[in-house]
């Protein structure tokens, strides 16, 4: 239960939520676009999130959909991470999706929502990342489709006013081989120490992380080092690992010394498995 | 306050009930109808103490709000009778303080409804969803296998 009070909204239409949204803003609301609304209500109830009107997407027809066309496949942003397991068109979103979270809060957080969300690992991001999918964009101006990879940058980039409403991958990167790794402190649920999503496309290993450093990412850099082939296994990876973005994480879930520890092996298992 | 007087669909029920946007579905069930089988535990989709089904599927109501449930199917462990799995926690001794007992049973309830032929890992993914505090996994995962067992021969 929260201890204040929103305007709940759901619109029907893409238009209806940017016009809801610039109305709350223009009266001061500190709007929230809303999906599985867990987020609201679990940084809600400590006083980590906070809005006077939340606009609930989950009724927008563009957002539900997941089907193939012309060659990409279309995943709306209001599906849950179960709908989207239950379908498995991308192998590698359901194999790192699977392993959020748990199976019963998988059916009520979203793909959007997991993707934006203020809770920093945003592991539903990774095989998008590395498929160099498209993201449709809602906001004020319009419909925008932008390269995720041009607008993700620890996390998704927003103007104010604007939301998520689908996600496009080529297919190609559908059917590429793959490999998702999730290391947790214990137990089989819950937030990762690690996750690494890796795969294969035109003779090149592509690596995508979360849990190592506080957002998830791709870095191009590492990927030069893990495929330079003049090197060894073990010097590659070395050099892999002194391309890890700053600051690696040093928390109760692990210190960094750990976590680089953890990851050089996970990357042995990378490349291991694309052998 | 902003409050909206709300349509529920509760055990094959229309309960009227009157809400605050933030109030969770937990906390309307259980402190404004007086279904209090679901239980809070960590208020946080963590523990699986407050599952109920929407649809059919699990859920945990502390990650629901009140306004969300118009519109669904919802059943809380009030709204089962003497199901299979239900006989079978019993016959199998699956609980212990029985605190966690409501939400297991909901969660297994959807799964025999959802996945009569679960098998092994997928029972272990669902039922990872709930934690019980007293340790009766064994006897847990011993009920579940038994009720689904038992839903093939009945459905066949
Ligand atoms: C029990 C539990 C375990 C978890 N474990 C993991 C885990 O292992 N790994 C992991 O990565 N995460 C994990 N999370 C975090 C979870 O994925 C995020 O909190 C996520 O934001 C929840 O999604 P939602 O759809 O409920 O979001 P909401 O509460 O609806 O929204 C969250 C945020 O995203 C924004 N938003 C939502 N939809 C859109 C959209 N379409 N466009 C733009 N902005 C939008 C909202 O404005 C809000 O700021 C866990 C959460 C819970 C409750
Ligand atoms: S009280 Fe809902 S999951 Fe713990
Ligand atoms: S029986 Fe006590 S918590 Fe499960």
Redesign the pocket.
Known sequence: MLSFDFDYYRPKTLQEAVGLFQNADRNGKKP????????????GRINL?F?EAAI??KDIVE?NVMQFEQGYLVIG??L??TKIEEANLFPLLTNTSS????HT?RG?????????????????VLPFLLADSQVV?VGPEGVTVKPLNEIFNEQ?I?KKG????QVATDDRYIHAPFISI?RRQQWE????LI?VAALKIDGEVRTAF?GLCPF?FRSKKMEAALNNHELSVKARIQSALAEVPSPILNDVEGSSEYRLFVLQNLLEDVLGAFD | MKLHTINLNINDQVRTVTVRTGDTLLYTIREKLGLTGAKPGCL???CGACTINVDGWPM?SC?MMAVEGQGKQIKTIEGLGNTLIQQAFVEHFAFQCGYCTPGFIMNCHSLILKKPDADDSTIKEWLESNICRCTSYIEIETAVKSALEKNKHHSN
């Open positions: 929230m676009y809303i999906s599985g609304a867990t987020e609201l209500l679990t940084l999130a809005t609930d997407l957002g942003a209001n849950t991470l392993n959020i979270a748990d809060a009520k957080i979203t793909l959007g929502g997991n993707i934006c969300g203020q809770i920093f690992y945003r592991e539903a964009i998704l927003l604007e939301f998520l409403i999730k649920t819950g937030y990762p996750t979360s998830p | 946080n989709g963590d945990k990650l």
